[in-house]
C-alpha cells in the first residue's frame, strides 16, 4: 500500500508532521482527519516535488501587484469553479472534467494551468496539491477549502460554496470600483484641461502679456500661472516621470511591513471613501472565515488564512490577534471586539453564532449585512461626490482663467 507524508495543523494550530499508508490520496487525507488534524499538504512518499511551478507561482505574485502580469481574472476563475463544481455532481471522473474544461477554456495562461491540473492528477497528486503548485492562480483560501473537500469527500460541494464565494466577491468588488470609476474619470478629465492650458494656451498669452504690457509687472496669480506652464512644458517628462517613480516607490513601501500597515490604515480612514472600504472588508471577512468553517476547516486555520486574504494590513493584524487570543481558549466574540476595527454589530453576531452553534450562518448574514451597507454607501457617495467634482474642476479651470485675464484688465486700462 502506498505510504503518503503529510504536513497538518491540529485543533490548536499547530504544525504536526507524519507518514499514513493508505491507497490513495483522498484516503490518506481521510485517515489525518480521523486523528482530529487539518491537512496542509499531503504528498506520496518518493513523489516529484512542484517546487518549479511554486517559484514560478512566487515570481508571478511579486509582478502581479504592479499589473505586469494577470493570468486569470477573477470572473474566470469564478466560472471555472462553478463548472467544475457542477461536472463533478453529474458523476464526471475529475480528470475528465478537468480535460473538458481545458479543451473549452479560451484564455491560453489558464488552458495551461488547467492542463498541468489534469497532468498532475494523472501522477496521482491531490488535485489540492496541484493546485498549490500554481500560486499565481490558486490563492491559498481557494486551495484550503479544496483539500478540506478533497478530505471529507465532498469536493463537489465545495466547489459550489466556493463559486458562490467568489461570485459575492466579484459583486461587492464591482460595486467598490463603480464608486471609484466617476471620480477617477472626472480627475482625469480635470488634469488633462489644465494640461492642455498650461502647456498650449497659457504660454501664447504670456507673449501677449510681454508685448503690450512693456515690462509692467503682472499680478501675482498669473506670474503664478505663467511658472507652473513653463515647468510643465520645460520638464514634462521629469514630471511624468516622477509620477511614475513615485506610484512604484509607494507600492514598493506598501509591500514592507511597516508601509502595508501604515497605507491600510490611511485607507480605512479616508474622507468619504474610508467608510466604504472598512465595510467591503469586513463584508469579506465574514463571507471568507463563514464559507471556511461551513465546508469543514477548524477555526485557527480558517482564521489564518481570512488574515491572509484580509486584503489589508491593519485588518490582517486584528485578525492575528483574534486568532492568538482563540488559540489560548478564548471564544471568537470577546477578541473581536477588543481589536476596535470590526464593529459593534460583528461582535454581537459573532456570539449569537458561537452560543446557538450556528457561527458559519451567522457570518454569512454578518457579509451579507455589510455588502447591503456597501450598496447603501455607493449609492449616498453618488450623490454626495458629483457636485464636488464639478466644483473642483470649476476652480481649478476658473483660477486658469481668472489668472490669464487680470492681465488683460490692466491693458485695457493701460489703452484708455
Given at each position: 500500500?502506498?505510504?503518503?507524508t503529510?504536513?497538518a495543523?491540529?485543533?490548536?494550530?499547530?504544525?504536526?508532521?507524519?507518514?499514513?499508508?493508505?491507497?490513495?490520496?483522498?484516503?490518506?487525507?481521510?485517515?489525518?482527519?480521523?486523528?482530529?488534524?487539518f491537512?496542509?499538504?499531503?504528498?506520496?512518499a518518493?513523489?516529484?516535488?512542484?517546487?518549479?511551478?511554486?517559484?514560478?507561482?512566487?515570481?508571478?505574485r511579486?509582478?502581479?501587484?504592479?499589473?505586469?502580469?494577470?493570468?486569470?481574472?477573477p470572473?474566470?476563475?469564478?466560472i471555472?469553479?462553478?463548472?467544475?463544481?457542477?461536472l463533478?455532481?453529474?458523476?464526471?471522473?475529475?480528470?475528465?472534467?478537468?480535460?473538458?474544461?481545458?479543451r473549452q477554456?479560451?484564455?491560453?495562461?489558464?488552458?495551461?494551468?488547467?492542463?498541468?491540473?489534469?497532468?498532475?492528477?494523472?501522477s496521482?497528486?491531490?488535485?489540492?496539491?496541484?493546485m498549490?503548485?500554481?500560486?499565481?492562480?490558486?490563492?491559498?483560501l481557494?486551495?484550503?477549502?479544496?483539500?478540506?473537500g478533497?478530505a471529507?469527500?465532498?469536493?463537489?460541494?465545495?466547489?459550489?460554496?466556493?463559486?458562490?464565494?467568489q461570485?459575492?466577491?466579484?459583486?461587492?468588488?464591482?460595486?467598490?470600483?463603480?464608486?471609484?470609476?466617476?471620480?477617477?474619470?472626472?480627475?482625469a478629465?480635470?488634469?488633462?484641461?489644465?494640461?492642455?492650458?498650461?502647456v498650449?494656451?497659457?504660454?501664447?498669452?504670456?507673449?501677449i502679456?510681454?508685448?503690450?504690457l512693456?515690462?509692467?509687472?503682472?499680478?501675482?496669480?498669473?506670474?503664478?500661472?505663467?511658472a507652473?506652464?513653463?515647468?510643465?512644458?520645460?520638464?514634462?517628462?521629469?514630471?511624468?516621470?516622477?509620477?511614475?517613480?513615485?506610484?512604484?516607490?509607494?507600492?514598493?513601501?506598501?509591500?514592507?511591513?511597516?508601509g502595508?500597515?501604515?497605507?491600510?490604515?490611511?485607507?480605512?480612514?479616508?474622507?468619504?471613501?474610508g467608510n466604504?472600504f472598512?465595510?467591503a472588508?469586513?463584508?469579506r471577512?465574514?463571507r471568507?472565515?463563514?464559507?471556511?468553517?461551513?465546508?469543514?476547516?477548524p477555526i485557527?486555520?480558517?482564521?489564518?488564512?481570512?488574515?491572509d486574504?484580509?486584503?489589508?494590513a491593519r485588518v490582517?493584524s486584528a485578525?492575528?490577534?483574534?486568532?492568538?487570543?482563540?488559540?489560548?481558549?478564548?471564544?471568537?466574540?470577546?477578541?473581536l471586539e477588543?481589536t476596535a476595527?470590526?464593529?459593534p454589530?460583528?461582535?454581537s453576531?459573532?456570539?449569537?453564532?458561537?452560543?446557538?452553534?450556528?457561527?458559519?450562518?451567522?457570518?454569512?448574514?454578518?457579509?451579507?449585512?455589510?455588502e447591503?451597507?456597501?450598496?447603501?454607501?455607493?449609492?449616498?457617495?453618488?450623490s454626495?461626490?458629483?457636485p464636488?467634482?464639478?466644483l473642483?474642476?470649476a476652480?481649478v479651470?476658473?483660477?486658469?482663467?481668472?489668472?490669464?485675464?487680470?492681465p488683460?484688465?490692466r491693458?485695457?486700462?493701460?489703452?484708455?
Amino acid at each position: 500500500m502506498p505510504l503518503f507524508t503529510y504536513i497538518a495543523l491540529d485543533a490548536r494550530g499547530s504544525e504536526k508532521s507524519g507518514r499514513v499508508e493508505a491507497s490513495d490520496a483522498r484516503r490518506a487525507g481521510v485517515m489525518i482527519r480521523q486523528q482530529g488534524l487539518f491537512p496542509i499538504r499531503v504528498s506520496q512518499a518518493g513523489e516529484v516535488s512542484t517546487g518549479t511551478g511554486r517559484e514560478t507561482g512566487r515570481f508571478l505574485r511579486f509582478l502581479w501587484p504592479f499589473g505586469f502580469f494577470r493570468p486569470v481574472r477573477p470572473k474566470e476563475l469564478a466560472i471555472f469553479t462553478r463548472q467544475l463544481g457542477t461536472l463533478l455532481h453529474a458523476g464526471m471522473p475529475l480528470l475528465r472534467s478537468l480535460e473538458v474544461l481545458a479543451r473549452q477554456e479560451r484564455n491560453v495562461a489558464f488552458r495551461r494551468v488547467i492542463e498541468a491540473l489534469a497532468d498532475g492528477i494523472k501522477s496521482g497528486v491531490p488535485l489540492s496539491e496541484a493546485m498549490g503548485a500554481h500560486g499565481h492562480v490558486f490563492d491559498r483560501l481557494y486551495v484550503s477549502m479544496i483539500r478540506a473537500g478533497e478530505a471529507g469527500g465532498v469536493l463537489e460541494g465545495v466547489l459550489g460554496q466556493l463559486a458562490k464565494f467568489q461570485e459575492k466577491s466579484l459583486q461587492l468588488r464591482g460595486k467598490v470600483t463603480a464608486a471609484m470609476v466617476y471620480p477617477i474619470i472626472v480627475l482625469a478629465v480635470a488634469v488633462t484641461i489644465m494640461a492642455a492650458l498650461l502647456v498650449l494656451v497659457v504660454p501664447k498669452f504670456k507673449q501677449i502679456f510681454a508685448d503690450l504690457l512693456k515690462g509692467a509687472p503682472l499680478p501675482p496669480l498669473t506670474n503664478a500661472v505663467l511658472a507652473i506652464s513653463d515647468l510643465v512644458r520645460h520638464h514634462l517628462l521629469l514630471a511624468g516621470g516622477s509620477a511614475i517613480a513615485a506610484v512604484i516607490l509607494i507600492r514598493l513601501y506598501r509591500r514592507s511591513d511597516s508601509g502595508a500597515r501604515v497605507m491600510d490604515t490611511l485607507i480605512v480612514r479616508m474622507p468619504l471613501f474610508g467608510n466604504l472600504f472598512l465595510k467591503a472588508i469586513v463584508a469579506r471577512f465574514g463571507r471568507t472565515l463563514g464559507t471556511l468553517l461551513s465546508t469543514g476547516v477548524p477555526i485557527l486555520p480558517a482564521l489564518l488564512i481570512t488574515r491572509d486574504t484580509s486584503g489589508n494590513a491593519r485588518v490582517g493584524s486584528a485578525i492575528t490577534s483574534v486568532h492568538d487570543q482563540v488559540k489560548a481558549g478564548a471564544p471568537v466574540a470577546r477578541p473581536l471586539e477588543a481589536t476596535a476595527v470590526f464593529p459593534p454589530l460583528v461582535a454581537s453576531m459573532v456570539e449569537v453564532g458561537e452560543q446557538t452553534g450556528q457561527l458559519p450562518a451567522m457570518l454569512g448574514k454578518v457579509a451579507d449585512i455589510y455588502e447591503d451597507e456597501v450598496d447603501n454607501a455607493v449609492a449616498g457617495l453618488s450623490s454626495l461626490i458629483e457636485p464636488i467634482l464639478i466644483l473642483f474642476l470649476a476652480l481649478v479651470v476658473g483660477t486658469i482663467v481668472i489668472a490669464l485675464f487680470l492681465p488683460i484688465i490692466r491693458i485695457v486700462q493701460l489703452l484708455t
